[in-house]
């Protein structure tokens, strides 16, 4: 058991420009009988889930097509930018989420599957996607649903297009959701150089301080425990989150 007292202004950002979260699966039945998540991609960042409870599948659709993949306790699953994923609960699903760069996906890295008037209109999709500021849980609950639902109608369609038409409609989708991204790239270059990058570059450091005898570094060795964000948890796209302090 650790005795280290938390201190929240002193915990530093997750090795590697990285970002940790764990995941209660929405229960919500949807429209086709399933129950779940919000389906969406990540225009630049890697994702990952490590099953640590229950039961599920993520279907997703990449460059092989649409696929399913059976998720239980144990499981290790990532997929690349581009990749549509869709978190599918059976019971009780619970996992680690590990993002790569940290702070990229809260500020849009994520594109929902809305349906192609909305994803094609940048100030339609801004709207759909927000979730009220202010209001109660409740008030929260039913938007994240909503948006979930409008989401899962734009990914059967998306399906469908798929079906019809093969690879030209997932890269239809592409282009749109690089339209909407584009007006944040320089806030996320901004992101990225305080955060992944500079976690590289203090590595690149340490290396270089190695190699020439000096272990100033290792002097200032420490150990750091976070503490669970307080508050509910927060209403992601797939499901209940929660955070610890230290993410960017």
Same mark, same amino acid.
């Given at each position: 058991? =650790?005795?280290? &007292?938390?201190? $929240?202004? &002193?915990?530093?950002? !997750? #090795?590697? %420009?990285? =970002? $940790? =979260?764990?995941?209660?699966v929405y229960d919500w039945e949807a429209a086709d009988g399933l129950h779940g998540g919000t389906p969406h991609l990540h225009t630049v960042s890697t994702e990952a889930y490590v099953v640590t409870s229950g039961r599920g599948a993520v279907h997703t659709i990449s460059s092989a097509g649409p696929a399913q993949d059976s998720l @239980? *306790? %144990? @499981?290790?699953?990532? !997929?690349? #930018? %581009?990749?549509?994923h869709r978190l599918i609960n059976h019971d009780q699903l619970e996992l680690q989420v590990i993002m790569s760069n940290a702070g990229l996906p809260e500020a849009g890295d994520a594109v929902l599957t809305f349906p192609e008037e909305i994803v094609a209109d940048p100030q339609k999709y801004r709207a759909a996607v927000a979730l009220p500021v202010g209001e109660g849980e409740i008030a929260r609950a039913q938007a994240a649903r909503a948006r979930r639902d409008l989401a899962i109608e734009g990914y059967g369609q998306l399906l469908e297009g798929i079906v019809e038409h093969?690879? #030209? *409609? $997932?890269?239809? !989708?592409?282009?749109h959701a690089v339209d909407l991204v584009r007006p944040l790239i320089g806030d996320w270059q901004h992101i990225w150089e305080h955060n992944v990058q500079m976690e590289a570059e203090q590595t690149r *450091?340490?290396? /270089?301080?190695? *190699? @020439? %005898? /000096?272990?100033?570094? $290792?002097s200032t060795a420490t150990v750091i425990r976070g503490e669970p964000r307080p508050g509910p948890r927060l209403w992601g796209m797939c499901g209940r989150l929660q955070t610890w302090s230290g993410e960017v």
């Amino acid at each position: 058991m =650790s005795n280290h &007292s938390p201190n $929240l202004r &002193s915990l530093p950002r !997750f #090795p590697g %420009g990285t =970002s $940790l =979260s764990h995941l209660c699966v929405y229960d919500w039945e949807a429209a086709d009988g399933l129950h779940g998540g919000t389906p969406h991609l990540h225009t630049v960042s890697t994702e990952a889930y490590v099953v640590t409870s229950g039961r599920g599948a993520v279907h997703t659709i990449s460059s092989a097509g649409p696929a399913q993949d059976s998720l @239980s *306790a %144990g @499981s290790l699953l990532w !997929f690349t #930018p %581009g990749t549509v994923h869709r978190l599918i609960n059976h019971d009780q699903l619970e996992l680690q989420v590990i993002m790569s760069n940290a702070g990229l996906p809260e500020a849009g890295d994520a594109v929902l599957t809305f349906p192609e008037e909305i994803v094609a209109d940048p100030q339609k999709y801004r709207a759909a996607v927000a979730l009220p500021v202010g209001e109660g849980e409740i008030a929260r609950a039913q938007a994240a649903r909503a948006r979930r639902d409008l989401a899962i109608e734009g990914y059967g369609q998306l399906l469908e297009g798929i079906v019809e038409h093969g690879r #030209p *409609a $997932l890269e239809r !989708f592409y282009t749109h959701a690089v339209d909407l991204v584009r007006p944040l790239i320089g806030d996320w270059q901004h992101i990225w150089e305080h955060n992944v990058q500079m976690e590289a570059e203090q590595t690149r *450091a340490q290396l /270089d301080a190695l *190699a @020439s %005898g /000096d272990r100033r570094h $290792l002097s200032t060795a420490t150990v750091i425990r976070g503490e669970p964000r307080p508050g509910p948890r927060l209403w992601g796209m797939c499901g209940r989150l929660q955070t610890w302090s230290g993410e960017v």
